[in-house]
Nanobody
Framework: QVQLAESGGGLVHPGGSLRLSCVASGSIFSINAMGWYRQCPGKERELVASITSGGSTMYADSVKGRFTISRDNAKNAIYLQMNSLKLEDTAIYYC???????????????WGQGTQVTVSS
C-alpha cells in the first residue's frame, strides 16, 4: 500500500499565498510522475501541475506564472507554491503519485485525500 498525506490548505484572501505539501509513504520502490489536481463543486477534476522524476514540469494555463510545483525525491514529497491566488482557485486540491511498488515492482497510482483551498475576500 502507498499512502499520500496532504497538508497546507486553508483560507486566504485574493492575492495571498499558500503552500501545499504531499508526502508519499509505504511500499515504494520508485516514483515516476507526481502531480496536483483540483476539483470545484459540480466540475470535473483538472490537472493543475505535474512534475516528472527528471524534474520536467507542466502547468495548466490558468496557473502559469503563479503556481510552482517542486519535489523532494529523498522525502517522496511534492509541493505546490501558490501565489497571487484568485477567487477561481478555490477548490479541493489532490495530489497524485504513480510509480513502482517495493518487492513486486508492480505499478501503483495513488491519490491523496484532498485539501481544501478557499480564496475569499
Amino acid at each position: 500500500q502507498v499512502q499520500l498525506a496532504e497538508s497546507g490548505g486553508g483560507l486566504v484572501h485574493p492575492g495571498g499565498s499558500l503552500r501545499l505539501s504531499c508526502v508519499a509513504s509505504g511500499s515504494i520502490f520508485s516514483i515516476n510522475a507526481m502531480g496536483w489536481y483540483r476539483q470545484c463543486p459540480g466540475k470535473e477534476r483538472e490537472l493543475v501541475a505535474s512534475i516528472t522524476s527528471g524534474g520536467s514540469t507542466m502547468y495548466a494555463d490558468s496557473v502559469k506564472g503563479r503556481f510552482t510545483i517542486s519535489r523532494d525525491n529523498a522525502k517522496n514529497a511534492i509541493y505546490l507554491q501558490m501565489n497571487s491566488l484568485k477567487l477561481e482557485d478555490t477548490a479541493i486540491y489532490y495530489c497524485k503519485v504513480d510509480g513502482r511498488r517495493r518487492y513486486t515492482t508492480s505499478y501503483f497510482e495513488s491519490w491523496g485525500q484532498g485539501t481544501q483551498v478557499t480564496v475569499s475576500s
